[in-house]
C-alpha cells in the first residue's frame, strides 16, 4: 500500500467505518474540518489512485468501497514508522503510546501476556543502530 497522508487518513476512516460510503456521505462525515467538498472529492481521488479505495460507478452517486482493510493499513503505517526510529529508543516510544492511548481491559490483558512472552528472551538493552559500531546515543 502507497503512504497515505494525515487528510487521506481521516477519508479512510469514514469509509472503514460506514464499509462503503459516497463522497457526499464523507463530506458530511468531515465537515468539522470545514474542508471544501472538493478538497475531499480530490482526496477520495487520490485514494482510489494509490489502490486503497475502489468505486462503483453502476450509478450515481458513485458508492466508494475500502480495497485495503484497517487493521492491515494501521499495521503497515505503525511498522513504517517504527522502521525510522532507533532500535534503542522504540520501548520508550511504545511506553509513551501506551500511556496516551485509551485501552479496553481484552487489550491490556492481550499486551500484559505478550510483554510476559517476550520477557522471556528479551536482551537486557536494545543496542542502537543508528551508525554502524554505536552502543547507544550520546
Excluded at 489502490?51 to 468501497?65: E, F, N, S
Excluded at 526510529?85 to 492481550?110: E, F
Aim: hydrophobic share 40%; charged share 20%; proline share 3%.
Amino acid at each position: 500500500m502507497e503512504e497515505i497522508t494525515n487528510a487521506e487518513w481521516e477519508v479512510m476512516r469514514v469509509i472503514w467505518t460506514l464499509k462503503q460510503a459516497t463522497a457526499q456521505e464523507v463530506i458530511t462525515n468531515l465537515n468539522h474540518y470545514n474542508w471544501q467538498p472538493a478538497t475531499i472529492k480530490t482526496l477520495i481521488g487520490r485514494l482510489v489512485k494509490k489502490g486503497c479505495l475502489a468505486v462503483r460507478r453502476q450509478k450515481r452517486p458513485y458508492v466508494y468501497y475500502p480495497l485495503v482493510a484497517e487493521n492491515e493499513a494501521m499495521d503497515q503505517a505503525a511498522t513504517n514508522l517504527f522502521s525510522h526510529l532507533c532500535n534503542m529508543k522504540k520501548g520508550h516510544t511504545l511506553l509513551t503510546l501506551i500511556n496516551a492511548t485509551t485501552l479496553s481491559q481484552s487489550d491490556i490483558v492481550k499486551l500484559q501476556t505478550l510483554l510476559k512472552q517476550k520477557a522471556l528472551s528479551a536482551p537486557q538493552e536494545v543496542a542502537c543502530d543508528c551508525l554502524r559500531g554505536r552502543l547507544e546515543h550520546e
